[in-house]
């Protein structure tokens, strides 16, 4: 599994650079980070991530299989929980 860590500005994800792996140097889509990143007001560059994501459906740089965010809870009936390298259910069990 691979993850990306939060970032302030979309643009910073890795997977939108060029040097990154799979190097997503798709002039388009450079183009549209691009007019994000020089907006000079949070409606234009909202309406640019807009575009952003419209056009990365076309030209799908990337997959995403889903989210996760690092907040875990559990109680004494949960055991064998592996919280090592992310949150992994399996070999886990509820015990009364």
Known sequence: MITFSQVPIPSLKLYFGPNYAG??????LQSLLNDMNTATNMDDAKAAWDKVQEYSWQYL?????GHYIAN??????????????GL?????????
């Open 23 to 28: 190097w997503n140097d798709d002039e388009t």
């Open 61 to 65: 740089a990337v997959l995403n299989f």
């Open 72 to 85: 875990y809870a559990w109680n004494d009936h949960v055991k064998g929980l592996n919280n090592y390298s």
């Open 88 to 96: 992994y259910f399996w070999n886990a069990g509820y015990v009364e």
